[in-house]
């Protein structure tokens, strides 16, 4: 008897949390033991013929995966990069598509030019959380890494459209670069038109819901994680580009919800979106590890040596090609971008050469790549399963090799963190809390109330002493710093005390659980704000 589907997808999301937790506990790359750990499940007799509808496939994980990116991106750091930004998440992905596509097809002749150029397509995308998995060991200039996060971001799009375009041609049986460029222009406009619809309608909604008193998180956070399928099937459903519709939607809805968002909203969605892209990002690279094995059979009679040759080719083309664009467009771009910041200073060749080190691939590579088709018009597609092989070798590779070369080579060049972030954040905080202090100190002349006017001389010495800690220099602070981490350790105390005698009450049936569960998220949410406020 079969295991059913259920079964399967229960055992994978148990898998998922099982080596996330693995990979906190000994600083370990996430998506590389998911890899891993999908190639291992894929022997069991439960998960051999474990498959999912390629077009349900792309069409369930890419869109959540791709709007959350443009959600959380930073928008100012993403404007003030603009220019290496495009040069890499437009102009190197084109390169991409068309380098590794002729040499792909060069090396393999039995793959179609179009094919060739698919696989091209695929690889072209960087991805933020295997980035992410990787910079965590280093501490990286706050803007190479933005500039990495943005690209990842535009070249996710300008990949998977060039993916469908690819695709388009090898049911045509043919590619013609003229009209391309021509459909390109015009389905990315017109996905750019779409999201910004889908957007704005969304944002509209959720005004008049809150409007109407209607701002109930579960309802308007169940909207935001629609709005990404709202997009997609739009888009589509127009023929123009879904993706580009989602990325669009993503980061306007992004900016809507930073500004009109409430604060327990504002924390309510970012959790969801949170442990959502933390499933979905999960499933992608265990579906693969699944995969491999099966299209590592299928292609079995290809001599394995020659397999990890083809695999060790495409990397070092994809490699090279990023190494030969970002060098000279890295100074095109800065020379452009100084026209607007005359105090930008020229990134060090070490930080240039990182930048074209830390290509990395991830899940989307990996959800288009398994989004092939198996046939097109009753035939089968031609070099399938060596396109998945080569894609998730590829993969492995651009994963590898950052994980055991980056903390040398950023010793080598001396680049290091130039700690701007913590500056701004400096910056921000002195400026919020100045600005409740004196709205304070206007309201406590103008109260007549004693004991509102107490409450809030409170209040101002608790802002008076924040401000001390963070105008002054360290050791000139470090008495007012440990009264404050003294008060908030007492305040912590007392909240898990106040939960102790909840939970008494509740063991003595004096209080019922759903009253329980009503003071503790109280509690919970003031622990929360207190926690982090300890945080370094």
């Known amino acids: 008897m079969g295991v059913s589907t259920v079964t399967i997808t229960v055992w994978l999301l148990f898998f998922v949390v099982l080596v996330s937790a693995i990979s906190k506990r000994w600083e370990l790359p996430q998506p590389l033991l998911l890899l891993v750990t999908g190639i291992s499940l894929s022997f069991s007799p439960a998960f051999k013929n474990f498959h999912l509808d390629s077009v349900t496939f792309f069409a ?10 443009g959600w959380r991106i930073p928008k100012r750091e993403l404007f003030r990069n603009r220019y290496s930004v495009i040069f890499l998440g437009f102009g190197l992905v084109f390169a991409t598509v068309a380098a590794v ?10 793959i179609p030019l179009a094919a060739a150029f698919a696989l091209g397509a695929v690889i072209s995308p960087t991805d933020t959380v295997s980035l992410s998995s990787v910079l965590d060991r280093v501490a990286l200039p ?74 109930d998180p579960t309802i308007q956070t169940s909207i935001s994680l629609i709005t990404p399928y709202f997009a997609y099937m739009a888009g589509e459903a127009l023929s123009v580009s879904g993706i580009l519709a989602v990325v669009t939607a993503g980061l306007l809805s992004g900016t ?39 299209v590592f059979s299928d292609i079995s009679s290809i001599d394995p040596l020659r397999l990890a040759g083809y695999g060790l080719f495409v990397f070092l083309a994809a490699l090279l090609i990023r190494m030969l664009w970002i060098f000279p467009f890295s100074r095109i771009s800065w020379f452009l971008n100084r026209l607007h910041d005359r105090n930008l200073t020229l990134p060090s060749w070490g930080s240039v050469f990182l930048a074209g080190w830390l290509g990395v691939r991830g899940a989307v590579t990996l959800a288009a790549a398994l989004s092939i088709p198996v046939s097109l018009h009753g035939q089968p597609f031609p070099g399938r399963d060596l396109i998945i092989f080569l894609s998730g070798t590829v993969i492995l590779f651009s994963m590898v090799t950052p994980i055991l070369t980056l903390r040398p080579l950023t010793r080598w060049f001396a680049v290091a963190d130039d700690r701007t972030e913590e500056t701004e954040e400096r910056m921000a905080r002195i400026e919020a809390n100045k600005g409740a202090k004196d709205y304070l100190e206007n309201m406590v002349k103008k109260e007549n109330s004693s004991i509102r ?9 608790e802002y008076e002493l924040r401000l001390t800690e963070l105008e002054e220099e360290k050791s000139g602070a470090e008495n007012v710093r440990k009264m404050l981490e003294e008060d908030e350790g007492i305040r912590l105390g007392a909240i898990a005390q106040e939960k102790t005698v909840l939970h008494q009450l509740r063991s003595a049936r004096k209080i019922d659980d759903q009253t329980l569960r009503k003071i503790l998220l109280d509690l919970d949410f003031v622990e929360a704000s207190l926690s982090r406020q300890r945080k370094p």
Do not use: C
């Open 453 to 461: 006017k107490e409450i809030i001389s409170r209040l101002l010495v």
């Open 101 to 110: 596509g002729y040499a792909v097809h060069w090396l393999i002749p039995t």
């Open 60 to 69: 369930l994980f890419i869109p959540p995966l791709l709007f959350v990116e």
């Open 142 to 215: 706050k803007r190479l890494i933005y500039i990495l996060g943005g690209e990842s971001l535009i070249n996710d799009a300008a990949g998977l459209v060039s993916f469908k375009f690819a695709l388009a041609a090898v049911a045509m049986g043919g590619f013609s670069w003229p009209n391309a460029a021509k459909s390109f222009l015009w389905i990315a406009l017109g996905g750019i038109i779409v999201g910004l619809a889908i957007s704005y309608n969304v944002q509209w909604l959720k005004r008049v819901l809150t409007g109407n008193g209607i701002e």
């Open 256 to 294: 809507y919800d930073a500004r009109d968002l409430s604060g327990s909203l504002r924390i309510y969605a970012s959790n969801v979106w949170y442990m959502l892209t933390f499933v979905l990002e999960g499933f992608v690279f265990l579906m693969l590890g699944l995969q491999l094995t099966r």
